[in-house]
């Protein structure tokens, strides 16, 4: 077919070892190019004049505001994604957080992961009241929306959604705020996060049940049947998503907190949503 056909397998070895050196090389240059453009577009810039003994925990939530400041969604992204690997892999980090005694990063921590749970909540309800309000708006408009870039709230309208707000992000906060306040049980020897479970928890929940009335006007869950053609699902991965990280977090605090949970004071509609998983039933 006028191409060339590699015969010699050592020549073949040869080409595939050549090929998978690059394809290696590549990724390491990728990798490289995200912790440099952290370290000095998001980090360096929050380094203040305590240079060499500035907390970690303190430079990442100032440049995690500097960049949501800017506007600069790819270093929000990865000052965020940063952040998720101290909740996950980083017990020396997170114990800036645990032996700071005043509360202050833990605080700032809870209020940045708190803020945007909060808003993804405001705004599934909002687009439920849309749906009740004005029918429900066509497929590709919920996607697009979900995604955040379009908004299902008129542009007009108070407390409107930023259409650049990304909810791969919400879900890494979800995470963070999850991870570190069920490692605090075991981490936090000075008890700063057990005064605010009652917060996180009642966050969660009502993301979850905010979800789940919206999820219950869309049908956006709805499982495949044989009998639908393909291509006509209404299964849409990114509420699967959120659903699945938002139960994920809860029963890991629930597994974590269970003994402590009867001492926790919650409203009768999140003390409700969360029975099921004290149950273990979700």
């Known amino acids: 077919g006028g191409g060339y056909l590699i015969a ?5 070895s040869l080409a595939v070892l050549i090929a998978g050196s690059v394809c290696a090389i590549s990724v390491e240059l990728c990798l490289a190019f995200g912790e440099r453009v952290l370290t000095t577009f998001v980090t360096q810039r929050a380094v203040g004049p305590r240079a060499g ?5 303190d430079t990442l939530m100032t440049a995690i505001a500097e960049a949501k400041r800017s506007s600069e969604a790819l270093l929000h992204h990865y000052a965020v994604l940063e952040l998720r690997n101290i909740a996950l892999h980083e017990a020396s ?32 309800m909002k687009r439920t009241k849309s749906m009740k309000e004005c029918g429900q708006p066509n497929v590709l408009v919920q996607l697009l929306s979900l995604a955040g870039v379009v908004s299902l709230v008129p542009q007009g309208a108070h407390g409107a959604r930023d259409a650049t707000r990304s909810l791969q992000v919400q879900l890494w906060y979800i995470e963070v705020i999850s991870e570190i306040a069920s490692r605090s049980a075991s981490e936090d020897g000075v008890g700063v996060v057990r005064s605010s479970l009652q917060r996180v928890f009642t966050a969660l929940l009502a993301c979850r049940c905010a979800l789940d009335d919206y999820i219950l006007r869309d049908g956006a869950l709805e499982k495949p049947s044989a009998h ?7 299964v849409r991965p990114a509420l699967f998503a959120l659903h699945d ?10 597994t974590v907190f269970y003994e402590s949970i009867p001492h926790i004071p919650l409203a009768q509609p999140y003390a409700a949503a969360l029975q099921p998983f004290l149950d273990f039933a979700r």
Not at 53 to 57: F, K, L, R, S, T
Not at 228 to 234: D, F, K, M, N
Request: glycine fraction near 6%.
């Open 8 to 12: 010699d397998p050592a020549v073949s």
């Open 53 to 57: 003994q500035v907390d970690p925990m």
């Open 93 to 124: 980090t997170r114990q800036c957080i645990y032996t700071d005694t005043t509360g202050g990063t833990w605080r700032a921590l809870m209020n940045e992961c708190l803020g945007e749970i909060d808003a993804l909540t405001t705004d599934l």
């Open 228 to 234: 639908v053609p393909a291509g006509t699902s209404r």
């Open 245 to 254: 990280v938002l139960d994920r977090s809860i029963y890991r605090m629930v």
